[in-house]
């Protein structure tokens, strides 16, 4: 199914900096299934510099980039990666 972006807005602070990127998905198949999302990039997602050790910022990365970010994250999320969800069952009974 090829995801395609319907949104991509940034959040500001009260200084005017980039707090992070909001991003919608959406995709459908010739079968009718359909996948709609909106998810929160935040600077920590962004990855480093050349250097390894630098934190890239959103001045330093593309919509495209972050674009592919957030499809990763997605993916992530549908496959059950217990490091970016937080989704939680209580298997507790009543008694």
Do not use: H, R
């Amino acid at each position: 199914m090829e995801m395609y972006i319907n949104k991509f807005t940034y959040d500001y602070d009260e200084k005017g900096a980039v707090t992070d990127a909001q991003v919608g998905l959406y995709g459908n198949d010739k079968d009718g299934q359909y996948v709609s999302c909106n998810l929160v990039i935040k600077p920590d997602e962004l990855g480093t510099k050349e250097d390894g050790k630098t934190a890239k910022t959103f001045n330093d990365v593309t919509i495209n980039d972050v674009s592919t970010i957030a499809k990763n994250k997605m993916i992530s999320y549908l496959q059950g990666d217990k490091k970016t969800t937080d989704i939680t069952t209580d298997t507790s009974k009543d008694a």
